[in-house]
C-alpha cells in the first residue's frame, strides 16, 4: 500500500490536488481510498457529491470519505472520557460545562489520523490519499503521537502503581472513584495503534508526504518552514506541488509586474527542495470541480509520471564515527534552519532538540545512549551533534 499525505498552507489548493492524484491513480486501475482529515471538510465539493464518514464509491477503484473526528475520539477514548466526565460531575453538576472541559485541543483530531491505520490494516486498497489540514494543525498531529508516547512510558505507569495502593484510600477520603483497569488498558492501547501509525508514516517505501505551495513569496516561506519541520521529525517528503501558476498570457496589461515576480519566486522554488520532485499546475482556465476536471488537472500536473511512485528516500537521520578520535556524530537534515534557533540538549537517553518554537524529543540510538553530547554546529543545512565519552570530549577540545 501507498499513503499519499498533502500538506500547505490553507488556501494553496490541497484538496483540488490529492483528489487529483486520486481520480489519476484509480483511472490507472488502482484501488483508491480518498479521505480528509481538515475539520473544513471540502473534499465532497471538489467531487461534487456528498460525503460521509464511511467510504462512499465514487466511480469502480475510487472511493472517498471525510472523517468525523467526533466519531473517531469516541472510538478511540470512550472509556478514559467517561471516566473523567465521571470525576467532573462528582464536583459539579455536569451538563455542558463538562463536555467543554473535555474538549482537549487537537486530540479529536489525531484521533482522526488512526484511521490512516485502520485503513492499512484492512489492506482493501492500493492506495491511500490524505487531503491534511493546513500546515500548523498537521504538523500538531503528526508530533502528537511522539509526545503521548512519553507520557504513557514514563507518567502513566506511576500513575497506576500509585492508584494500585492508594486508589481504594483516596476513594474513602474524596469519593473521587478509582480508575478502573480499562481506563488505563483503553490509554496504552490508544498510544500502541499511535506508535504503530507513526511507524508507517515513517517508512518512505509506504508514506510521502507532499507539500503544496503556490509561487507567492509568503506562501512559499511557509512552505520551506513546513519542510524543515517535515525533516526534524523524520518524514518523507518526496515532491512538492506548485499549483495556480499564472500562465504568460494572463501577465499582460495591468498585471505585467507580476511575471518577474513569480519568475523569481519560481526559481526560488525550485531550489528550496533539494532532491524532491516537483510538480507545476498553471492556472485552469475553469474551477477544478468534478471528476473531469480532476482528471484534466492532474494530466498537466504529472505528464507522464505516475503519482504512487516514491520519488525520494532520503532520510533525515545518519550517523557517522571516527576512527582517529572514536566520536560518533549524529547528522540531521535541517534545511532553512539558523544556528542561533538551535538548541540541543541530552536527558537520559534522549536527544531534547529545540528547533526555533518546536521542540522535538528523540530516543538515540544505542550507540550514542551512553555517551555524552560534546557539542553541535550547523553546516550547509546539517546539524551535527558530537558524541563521545569524557575522555573523547576532552581529547578532541584539546
Not at 256 to 285: D, V
Not at 325 to 336: D, K, M, N, W
Not at 354 to 369: A, G, I, T, Y
Request: aromatic fraction near 8%; charged fraction near 30%.
Amino acid at each position: 500500500m501507498r499513503i499519499l499525505i498533502y500538506t500547505g498552507k490553507g488556501g494553496v489548493g490541497k484538496t483540488s490536488i490529492a483528489a487529483a492524484t486520486a481520480v489519476r491513480a484509480a483511472q490507472a486501475g488502482k484501488k483508491v481510498l480518498l479521505m480528509s482529515t481538515d475539520q473544513a471538510h471540502s473534499l465532497g465539493d471538489s467531487l461534487c457529491m456528498r460525503l460521509r464518514s464511511d467510504p462512499r464509491e465514487v466511480f469502480p477503484g475510487l472511493e472517498a470519505l471525510e472523517i468525523d473526528p467526533t466519531k473517531e475520539s469516541r472510538r478511540a477514548w470512550g472509556t478514559l472520557r467517561d471516566y473523567l466526565r465521571q470525576l467532573i460531575d462528582r464536583k459539579a453538576n455536569g451538563g455542558i460545562e463538562a463536555d467543554e472541559v473535555l474538549l482537549f485541543p487537537g486530540l479529536e483530531e489525531l484521533c482522526s489520523l488512526i484511521r490512516i491505520l485502520d485503513v492499512y490494516e484492512e489492506g482493501r486498497h492500493d492506495v491511500v490519499v490524505v487531503d491534511c489540514a493546513p500546515t500548523g494543525e498537521t504538523l500538531a498531529l503528526l508530533r502528537y503521537p511522539e509526545r503521548l508516547s512519553v507520557l504513557a512510558d514514563r507518567l502513566l505507569p506511576m500513575v497506576r502503581g500509585f492508584t494500585s495502593a492508594f486508589g481504594g484510600l483516596i476513594t474513602r477520603r474524596t469519593t473521587v472513584p478509582k480508575p478502573r483497569d480499562m481506563v488505563f488498558a483503553e490509554f496504552d492501547a490508544l498510544v500502541k495503534r499511535l506508535n504503530a501509525l507513526q511507524k508507517i508514516l515513517r517508512n518512505r517505501q509506504i508514506t510521502s508526504l507532499r507539500i503544496v505551495t503556490t509561487p507567492e513569496r509568503i506562501v512559499l516561506e511557509e512552505a520551506r518552514r513546513n519542510f524543515t519541520w517535515m525533516c526534524e521529525y523524520d518524514f518523507g517528503v518526496d515532491a512538492v506541488c506548485i499549483n495556480r501558476i499564472y500562465p504568460g498570457e494572463a501577465m499582460q496589461g495591468y498585471f505585467a509586474g507580476w511575471n518577474e515576480i513569480q519568475q523569481e519566486n519560481l526559481r526560488i522554488a525550485a531550489e528550496s527542495f533539494p532532491g524532491r520532485k516537483h510538480f507545476y499546475l498553471y492556472l485552469q482556465q475553469e474551477e477544478i470541480r468534478g471528476i473531469p476536471s480532476l482528471l484534466r488537472a492532474a494530466e498537466e500536473l504529472y505528464g507522464e509520471e505516475d503519482p504512487v511512485t516514491v520519488f525520494c528516500k532520503e532520510e533525515t537521520f545518519q550517523m557517522e564515527y571516527d576512527a582517529h578520535t572514536g566520536l560518533r556524530t549524529l547528522l540531521i537534515s535541517l534545511p532553512y534552519a539558523e544556528e542561533e534557533e538551535i538548541l540541543a540538549e541530552k536527558e537520559g537517553e534522549d536527544l531534547i532538540l529545540h528547533v526555533r518554537s518546536e521542540v522535538r524529543r528523540l530516543r538515540l540510538p544505542d550507540l550514542l545512549c551512553r555517551r555524552d553530547l560534546s557539542g553541535w554546529k550547523l553546516e550547509d543545512g546539517i546539524l551535527k551533534l558530537q558524541f563521545g565519552y569524557a575522555y573523547q570530549n576532552a581529547a578532541a577540545q584539546k
